[in-house]
């Protein structure tokens, strides 16, 4: 066990488990640059004092988590314990951010799968900087979340409301009805396709929703003008790659698009 300090860069969109009710995957730098991923975090459980946001500084007890082959994976021992610290803005052109985020970025994608590949290094975290973003994909997806494993978080929640004597009942997070995804080359001008699965696209899509009087072709539309519009466009738009512990040796490419990091387009000649 050890108590460490970490930058949170990436929350993953809740998903559905039957022991935690809902879990998120978060994954950060240490102080040192090197990556680590939390898993799992009951997140919307947490008290309001233990919920972090991204680029925040946080410290918790790590252990290893023995059931997860990849070196960056870590459990939290006592999630209830998460001590919050100061958030890194985004002041002089993410100039801060940006020298913790971009200390190791991959631009070859190939080298970066067999990394994965190779049991020796087992790399399953990355920053990756793509050649060009080819387009952003929509497509329909299960609207609603499994049957029975809804039921299952069901009954735990309500379970978990009897001894806690809440009276703010929990309710299980809306399932986005849409796959979201980035077709792009690398280095190598191999073109790809990953999904993207950070809680910021999906919580863009609901307000989307809302904004445009539940109309999803709109919302669509809108979420499409933030993620190419802007961040492939305008932005200098780097890709917070992570593997699934599912299909980390077993699929040709097991890796999916976990966050974005997005700084203005730098200046001629500007340093940071």
């Keep these: 066990m050890a108590y460490e300090k970490i930058l949170v860069t990436v929350k993953t969109?809740?998903?559905?488990?039957?022991?935690?009710?809902?879990i998120v995957c978060t994954a950060g730098f240490k102080e040192d640059g090197s990556w680590v991923r939390i898993y799992p975090i009951p997140f919307r459980?947490?008290?309001?004092?233990?919920?972090?946001?991204?680029?925040q500084w946080i410290r918790l007890n790590l252990g290893r988590n023995k059931s997860d082959p990849r070196p960056e994976s870590f459990k939290p021992i006592n999630y209830e314990k998460i001590e919050l610290g100061n958030r890194i803005g985004t002041e002089r052109s993410w100039t801060e951010r940006r020298r913790i985020v971009l200390r190791k970025v991959y631009k070859s994608l190939y080298k970066l799968i067999q990394e994965a590949k190779d049991k020796n290094v087992c790399t399953s975290l990355a920053v990756f900087k793509p050649k060009e973003i080819l387009d952003f994909k929509i497509e329909k997806d299960e609207r609603d979340w499994n049957p029975r494993k809804l039921n299952l978080v069901k009954a735990k929640a309500a379970q978990m409301r009897l001894f806690a004597n809440s009276d703010n009942p929990f309710e299980v997070i809306k399932k986005v009805p849409y796959k979201f995804s980035y077709e792009f080359t690398d280095e190598n001008d191999i073109k790809s396709t990953l999904m993207i699965v950070d809680w910021e696209i999906g919580q863009l899509y609901w307000n989307c929703l809302k904004r445009n009087g539940n109309d999803e072709g709109k919302?669509?539309?809108?979420?499409?003008k933030k993620y190419f519009d802007d961040f492939a466009e305008a932005k200098d738009l780097h890709l917070f790659l992570g593997t699934t512990r599912l299909h980390h040796f077993i699929a040709p490419n097991p890796f999916i698009i976990i966050g974005t990091f997005h700084p203005p387009k730098n200046r001629q000649g500007e340093l940071f």
């Design 13 to 22: 969109y809740p998903i559905l488990d039957p022991k935690y009710v809902e």
């Design 219 to 224: 919302a669509c539309r809108d979420v499409r």
């Design 45 to 55: 459980k947490l008290d309001y004092n233990s919920r972090y946001s991204k680029y």
